[in-house]
């Protein structure tokens, strides 16, 4: 068959080829999202070890091959291990990049300088600047306990100073000084107790196993020779009328929680439940150690009678023996509102049924035969003055007054009561000198201001909160909001 020639192509469609746009060589292909920058610096990486090893083997460098080959250009599976397996969300991998910078372990520079073993000497560097300087130093610019460290530091500036700091410490003048000066050896003397009067660590006589104990029990911690002088009293704070809170144990829970058990006692060996006979309260003491600070909770409660006047309201709140309260308070209770609050409570117990009518015969009839029982007209709500926390100006404690309906089991009559209870809550400082701020202050030794030194947070939910889950109570106010401070030279306390 023959070959036919082949037709020249119109006019139009020569012209219609010319213009025809010319497809590129090089095309844009979109990165797939599964390809993440850390996959991406691996690839680079795997790439770059194999070029290297390929040149130390002097083998060929193998040639790339091109992304259409490596995965799919339109590939939108992503990568299995950015994929949260149980969500199907991806994982944000920033955090964990940055979070490696502290993960490797440090080189020789990023060592710190005073634990540097390889560091050099000091002492020419100290020995290099005159000794009057160093004398001048001490003199006029530091205080005799921190001469006494600086003497204490190393040879040479205990050559340099001479005795003098020492000599200084044992003043009677300088007894605070020389207290600011041993307080940081406790951490190494765990089998010793720092004496506040005598300003000497002593041996701990029952070590591990020391415990608060009744007023009447002799419980010597160490042995002081100062033990038996009533003129150089030990460091101690009131919980009750007759009970007192050492010092002592203040240093030995805290020290317990920052250094280990062998340097005190676990503060669970602190709780405490007792019942004052002669005045009919029972109090409950607990305490917990937060950011190294001892804070203390007491409960106190007795039952209430109804309708009591003006001074049956003081027989119950407060001792005989020197007018203070039978529940636990700080060093300011007379200033402010606080035995107020403690009667504003008692006048809301509502009092029994009087007269002799039908309906009062009913009424008691009623209430002999489900004497038993709590009924609702037994419960009893508080105003919002006393009902609300109150924190002392002046230190950080806080009070609570509650009137509770509890069981009597020593009356056979009448099983049910009113009962007035007055919790405390109070930091009571780190326990490392009795001139913690804390410390001085719930003693009334030094000014505090409470809400600048606190903050928004309540002294009561910090301790709450290390126990159980705590509903916070409602605002906290001040015990003193008129500012007035006179003591007990003011009216309104008793």
């Given at each position: 068959?023959?070959?036919?020639?082949?037709q020249?192509?119109?006019l139009?469609?020569?012209?219609k080829?010319a213009?025809?746009?010319?497809?590129?060589?090089?095309?844009?292909?979109?990165?797939p999202?599964?390809?993440?920058?850390?996959?991406?610096?691996?690839r680079?990486?795997n790439?770059?070890?194999?070029?290297?090893?390929?040149?130390?083997?002097g083998?060929?460098?193998?040639?790339?091959q091109?992304?259409?080959?490596?995965r799919?250009p339109?590939?939108?599976?992503?990568?299995?291990?950015l994929?949260?397996?149980?969500?199907?969300?991806?994982?944000?991998i920033?955090?964990?990049?940055?979070?490696?910078?502290?993960?490797?372990?440090?080189?020789?520079?990023d060592?710190?300088?005073e634990?540097?073993e390889?560091?050099?000497?000091?002492?020419?560097?100290?020995?290099?600047?005159?000794?009057?300087?160093w004398?001048?130093i001490?003199?006029?610019?530091?205080?005799?306990?921190?001469?006494?460290?600086?003497?204490?530091?190393?040879k040479?500036?205990?050559?340099?100073?001479?005795?003098?700091?020492?000599?200084?410490?044992?003043?009677?003048?300088?007894?605070?000084?020389?207290?600011q000066?041993?307080?940081?050896?406790?951490?190494?003397?765990?089998?010793?107790?720092?004496?506040?009067?005598?300003?000497?660590?002593?041996?701990?006589?029952?070590?591990?196993?020391?415990?608060?104990?009744?007023?009447?029990?002799?419980n010597?911690?160490?042995?002081?020779?100062?033990?038996?002088?009533p003129l150089v009293p030990?460091?101690?704070?009131?919980?009750?009328?007759?009970?007192?809170?050492?010092?002592?144990?203040?240093?030995?829970?805290?020290?317990?929680?920052?250094?280990?058990l062998?340097y005190?006692?676990?503060?669970?060996?602190?709780?405490?439940?007792?019942?004052?006979?002669?005045s009919?309260?029972?109090h409950?003491?607990?305490?917990?150690?937060?950011?190294?600070?001892?804070?203390?909770?007491?409960?106190?409660?007795?039952?209430?009678?109804?309708g009591?006047p003006?001074s049956?309201?003081?027989?119950?709140?407060?001792?005989?023996?020197?007018?203070?309260?039978?529940?636990?308070v700080?060093?300011?209770?007379r200033?402010?509102?606080?035995?107020?609050?403690?009667?504003?409570?008692?006048?809301h117990?509502?009092?029994?049924?009087?007269?002799?009518?039908?309906?009062q015969?009913?009424?008691?009839?009623?209430?002999?035969?489900?004497?038993?029982?709590?009924?609702?007209?037994?419960?009893?709500?508080?105003?919002?003055?006393?009902?609300?926390?109150?924190?002392?100006?002046e230190?950080p404690?806080?009070?609570?007054?509650?009137l509770?309906?509890?069981?009597?089991?020593?009356?056979?009559l009448?099983?049910?009561?009113?009962?007035?209870?007055?919790?405390?809550?109070?930091?009571?400082?780190d326990?490392t000198?009795?001139?913690?701020p804390?410390?001085?202050?719930?003693?009334?030794?030094?000014?505090?201001?409470?809400?600048?030194?606190?903050g928004?947070?309540?002294?009561?939910?910090i301790?709450?909160?290390?126990?159980?889950?705590?509903?916070?109570y409602?605002a906290?106010?001040?015990?003193?909001?008129?500012?007035i401070?006179?003591?007990?030279?003011?009216?309104?306390?008793?």
């Open positions: 068959m023959a070959d036919t020639a082949p020249p192509a119109s139009g469609a020569r012209l080829g213009l025809k746009p010319k497809k590129s060589r090089n095309r844009l292909v979109k990165k999202p599964s390809e993440s920058v850390s996959a991406e610096i691996v680079r990486n790439e770059t070890i194999s070029r290297s090893s390929s040149t130390l083997l083998h060929d460098e193998p040639q790339p091109p992304q259409s080959q490596l799919p339109h590939s939108t599976a992503p990568d299995a291990a994929v949260d397996r149980h969500t199907g969300e991806r994982r944000d920033t955090a964990l990049i940055h979070g490696l910078q502290d993960s490797f372990e440090p080189g020789q520079d060592i710190p300088e634990f540097d390889n560091r050099p000497p000091g002492e020419p560097l100290i020995s290099s600047l005159p000794p009057r300087l004398l001048r001490a003199d006029e610019y530091l205080s005799p306990a921190d001469a006494a460290s600086l003497a204490f530091a190393n040479t500036l205990a050559n340099i100073l001479g005795p003098a700091p020492w000599e200084a410490l044992r003043l009677p003048e300088n007894h605070l000084d020389r207290i000066f041993l307080a940081p050896m406790d951490r190494h003397l765990p089998a010793h107790l720092l004496c506040f009067p005598c300003a000497t660590y002593h041996v701990r006589i029952h070590r591990g196993e020391e415990e608060p104990k009744p007023p009447h029990v002799l010597p911690l160490f042995t002081c020779p100062h033990a038996q002088n030990p460091p101690r704070t009131r919980l009750t009328p007759n009970r007192n809170l050492p010092f002592a144990f203040v240093q030995l829970t805290t020290r317990a929680a920052r250094y280990g062998e005190g006692i676990p503060v669970e060996n602190m709780f405490r439940r007792w019942k004052d006979t002669a009919g309260w029972s409950h003491t607990r305490y917990y150690v937060v950011n190294n600070h001892l804070f203390l909770r007491v409960i106190s409660s007795t039952f209430a009678p109804a009591l003006l049956g309201q003081r027989h119950l709140l407060y001792s005989r023996e020197d007018y203070s309260p039978y529940f636990s700080c060093a300011h209770w200033d402010g509102e606080l035995m107020n609050l403690c009667k504003c409570a008692l006048n117990i509502p009092k029994p049924r009087q007269g002799n009518g039908p309906e015969q009913l009424a008691r009839r009623i209430d002999s035969r489900i004497k038993h029982v709590p009924t609702a007209l037994q419960v009893v709500t508080q105003c919002t003055e006393c009902k609300s926390i109150r924190r002392c100006t230190c404690t806080e009070y609570l007054i509650e509770k309906l509890a069981e009597d089991k020593s009356d056979p009448q099983k049910f009561k009113q009962s007035i209870s007055v919790t405390r809550w109070s930091d009571l400082g326990g000198t009795p001139a913690s804390e410390w001085a202050a719930v003693n009334g030794e030094v000014e505090y201001d409470s809400f600048k030194a606190i928004k947070r309540a002294v009561s939910a301790f709450e909160s290390q126990d159980s889950d705590f509903i916070p409602q906290v106010k001040s015990l003193n909001p008129k500012g401070k006179k003591g007990e030279e003011g009216h309104s306390w008793y």
